[in-house]
Structures are given as C-alpha cells and as structure tokens.
C-alpha cells in the first residue's frame, strides 16, 4: 500500500462532476469523476467513472454502492469565511451609515457587551453557525468577543453542527483556538507582546485587523509613533506568523506587504464590509502579486452578508470597480476568485493540508450543488455546450491572461 493509500476502509463513492481549485489551475472541472471518502471522512482515492470496475475490486466496494450524481449537480470544497464576527450577525444588514471607528462605539460594542448573557450568546451563535453552513460555508474564523464562557460556547456549536471553526477568543476540541486582539488600537503595546507570547509558546492561530480605513491607520501612527508601519507594529510583538490571518489591509504599502510575504501572513479580503463601511477597496491583484495568501471574508456585520457566495460576487464587483478607474487594471476573473473562496481560504488559515479541494489525503469537505433544484435561483434555459479545453485528460477553465 503506498503512502497516498488510506488504511482505513471505503464509506462512500460519488460519481459526477467535480469542480475545484488546485496550486496550479484556478479552476479544474473533473467530469464523469469518481471520489472514495474513508471511514476517517478522508478522500481515499479520485479516478474517472470508466474506472469504476477497476477501482472497486482495488478499494474494495460494490459497484452498485456507488452514489451517482444527477446531470445538473457537482462537488465543489466547501467555503472558506477567513473573517466573520459572529457575535455581529443579531445587527447583520443595518447600522451601515457610518464610518468604522465610529461605528464600533456607536453599535458593536454596546451590542457585543451583551454576550456576557449566555442565553444571548447561545441565540445569535446557532443561528450563524446554522445560517453560514446553508450557505455553504465549511470553515469559518470567527471573532466572538471577550467573554470566555461566550466563545467555548460558539466552538461547541460550531462543533455540534459540523463545521471546522476557528474562534477567539478561546475554544475547545475540533475547533482551534485563535489568538485575537481586536486591532491596534484597542491593545496596549504590552498586551500585544504577551499575546504574541501566547502565540507563539502554543504554536495558534492569530487573527485581527490591519489597514482598514485610513482614519485608523493614522490613528495608529498616533498611537505607536516609534514603530515604522501598521504591519511594524503587529511583527514586533511576534503576532505575523504563517499563521496569521488579519482583515481588510486596504491601505497596505508595498513594504508592509513585502512583510506579510517573508511572515507568510496572509489578508482576509471583505470587500462588502469594505464597501458598506466605505472603508477603501482593496487591490486583491497587487497582494496576489506579492505572493500574499489571500482569503476572503463575509466580516458580518459590517459586511450586511452571511453568504460566501455574496463575498465572490463582491470580490468581482470591487475588481471590476479598480477596472473602471484604470482600464489597464488587471481584472479578476470569477475563476480565480472561485479559487479564493476555496483552496486561497483554506491557504490563508494554514489548513490546506486538510481542506480547500480534492486531493487524496483531505478531509472530503464539499458542496453538493444541484443547479437543477426545484425552487431553487437558477433557471437552466440553455443547455448548449460552452468551449471545453482538456489538459492531460482533465477540463480546465482556461485562465486568460490579459496584456
Ligand atoms: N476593527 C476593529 N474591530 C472591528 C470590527 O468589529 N469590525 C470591523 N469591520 N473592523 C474592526
Ligand atoms: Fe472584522
């Protein structure tokens, strides 16, 4: 048995059409493919449907176990929201008509002060982990707020329900632990020097903002007047690792995303909170140009939407919003963005070993779309073929570079 072989037996086999990102492709579509999940929940082996024969007799399961997709669905990975405040979603699509600093005194921290209420706390914290796993999304990072008792309590439902969480400020099991001061500005340069301690004694996760508005960044000038940057201020105390995933960066320089590429820090890209706050627009080709890891994030609530699939269509709206402003700009195409939402997420919170595509290994952690669904959002009127274009058996979407 080689290495790439599971021990573990097989539980269930899909055959159909299965899209995803790789490190290679932004988007692979696998057709007629076949995909055995072990008893562990790990994709134990990807072949083609022709293959079937074959593959059953090596893995050992009845040919006729195999569950076959209808013609209208895929698999997809799941989503990755690489920034969400989960202790926002009671307020999620209201209180949008400010700036953000004012808008954290004047709605977010008198509404996250109530989660010293556990009944409060277990309303809000079910109906987002329930709410963002409809919508498709399989992992989430999540700031609670500061109540310990609060934020064990999202990672136990998080856990309940199935979905891979991180959570600051603490948690337990299955879900991972994230270290979380909130910004700058609200963190002593004392406090951060112990929480990069906490971090790095215990090899976390760390997560918070960067370089959201402009007002902030010069507030933080302000307030840390012997540190060269924003990012300056985060490295000296030890919280840029390549297990750090801070929001927005706006307003990045060059030099502070060239910290962020040597850290291996990644950016948690939420382009409706940074429209909805009008906060700036990020320029998500640049940071990729700088061999930045790059997820996006819903950052309910100032970003009005729950939905990852509203986070994509954002991602576009921003990219194409650059583009009208600079018509060389280098626009994003859907399928790269596909990519961020999945394998770029999972990449940004350092859990690609585990989830982000299908690769023999991974945790088998997939949508099971079905395009065709009664009462569902799209009506199929043209079923005529597109362009296809196959590399070594395998349809890709062709990435097209643009001059
Ligand atoms: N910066 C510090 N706290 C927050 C928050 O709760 N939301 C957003 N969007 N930015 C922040
Ligand atoms: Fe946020």
Redesign the pocket.
Known sequence: MSSNESAAGIAHVYRGTFVHATYHTAVEILEDGLLGVDTEGKIAFIGSGKEVDRLSQKWGFEAFAVTQLGQHEFFMPGMVDTHI?AS?YSYAGTALDMP?LQW?NMY?FPVEACYKDLEFARNVYTHIVKRTLRNGTTTACY?ATIHTDASLLLGQIANDFGQRALVGKVSKKETLPVVTP??AP?CSATLLGHLGEIAQNNDLHIQS?IS?TKE?VNLVKELFPDYDSYTDVYHRHNLLTDKTVM??GCHLTDGELKLFRETGASIAH?PN?NIS?C?GMLDVRRVLNHKVKLGLGT?VA?GYSPSMLDAVRRTLDTSKALTIQDTQYHTLTFEEVFRLATLGGSQALSLDENTGNFEVGKDFDALRVNTDAAGGPIDLINHGEGPKVYVAGKRVVPFVERP
């Open positions: 405040h926002q953000l954290l977010t700031f909130r910004f609200s903002h959201e902030e929001a927005h939420c909170s706050l906060s950052d100032g």
